[in-house]
């Protein structure tokens, strides 16, 4: 190394060691025990020479996506789109009709999709997407998140991201952290609005996968969409998507149900200082009020674990000042 | 933004401008057309308002690594791992003595390997190595790594990486771009020692994967290894690997086999200027020589390609003034 790239070494060590100094973080976090845990660690861990201190390369955050860092009520914003898709495709699957995940996704029974799972409903989305591109389907994600509005907030999904937990995702970089999105949806849902929405780029999303196959199309490599699902990230797929991905166990993990329990009780498990934190969606008023008996974001052996773990548990209602940015 | 955090944003601009050009890239090239072709590639996706510009976030690198960023030669470094792990674990497994891929891999017959080719191999391979948590296994890679010795060069794995394709890694990060590693071999064999050999980290290397199950033992989460191939990353795998993991089209690949073809093809099919390099081994002296009818690293299609489509192919005996970093 020579001088001159020693001295811009420093500058930019010190540029890097200031300027979160100069922001205002968590602004829309009311000061309470949620906040102040959160800095906490935060200070901990980035304190150089402190016993917690943890080095910027392992300073992995996980966020599980919806109803943790969006909203996922009254349907999951991905079966909102699923519905349109499947409406489009079924008059070229007549053997939908007799099938219980396609009625229950027109029907929008909430109870029976949750009886019914994941699976035969992403296997629906799959064979309705099956044969196109990638190029193909992510513009038909691009399209449809451009149009689509929320059915009782009236606004566009993108605007429908939690404003403290976007603070708290820029907090996290801020101070030398990888934030990762760990999400049950599938990858390419995500992929499209996630770097504008969260600033977490594609290569760091983590999500259920469908196949897709490599052919060569009038002399050009392409990929295709195949009827058939890869990997559900969900649950104790979690964990295993993180392994796969990531490679690392993370030191700090966000979510709000129990599909996010696994990927909390392996990031609370590693040695030294970390931090698991459960969203609680306790605001009806701005957002809405679902726990142990819902049938979307269902919340109860996390909760349990949460409390005898003694893990973060904010309240919506009493954390954060807004749950929205367009709310005052 | 305050004024002051808009002033360090500017220094810290101005620190990322200049920092790069004080830097030495590619010292161990030689003044040819392949180090100039890169260099060329390199100024015109980076210059600002440049017709050819890519931002940052676009900027990905993918190498495949056995015989690109490190020796393939006389058997697969990985292979020779699993020969270990397979002679440790043969007496618990009398059935693989019948079992073609154990005896080719003993008798290291690679005219037999490469007829059987990888995935009985593999197969063997997540046998010996299921029921291993992964924290088990990571620890048997690093134990092995410092212990294993190249059997011509006796030299560690780790120095056998090549040094003018350390430098292409630095060069192009501090050109902005991001480096991932895209393998036919398993992803956690490379996790281990990758961030040391090439400043790749955990979660920018992409490989064949392995299954692993989430269980709890004794009130902790484990990940346990199974005794399943969840993705072969090789040949028309590379590319769907590359989707799933990355999410983005590469604008620069490099490889050195038919495995890395479609890898090639698909980072050269995109829009805009595009970066497809080949390694060719022709340097018996320093390293091996060997490409269209070799067992391992076989060069035929790829090289068809590469001179019917202007790709770049690097001569190891003439563009480079060294291969390893030990030799002058």
Redesign the interface.
Known sequence: M?P??KW??A??AL??A??PL??EPLSSWNDGPAKQNIVTFVNAVTQKGGKDFVAE?ER?AVFDNDGTLWIEQPIYVQFAFMLDQLRAAAPKHPEWQSNPAFKALLAQDKKALAEIGQKPVLELLVTANSGMT?GEYDQSIRNWMKSARHPQLKRPYTELVFAPMQELLVYLRASGF?T?IVSGGS??FM?PWA?QAYGI?????IGS?QD???A?RDG??V?TRAPKI??VDDG??K??GI??????RPIAAFGNSDGDL?ML??TA?GEGRRLALIVHHDDAEREYAYDRDSHIGKLDKAWDEAKARNWIVVSMKSDWKKVFAFQK
């Open positions: 020579t001159s790239r811009l070494a500058l930019a540029v890097i200031v300027a100069a922001a390369s992995i990638v990888k990762f990858v390419e992929r770097e780029p594609p290569e760091q999303i996968q897709v196959s490599f060569m050009k490599p990929l890869a990997f104790p797929g964990p295993v392994y796969r991905q990531l490679g690392r696994q009780q392996v498990a």
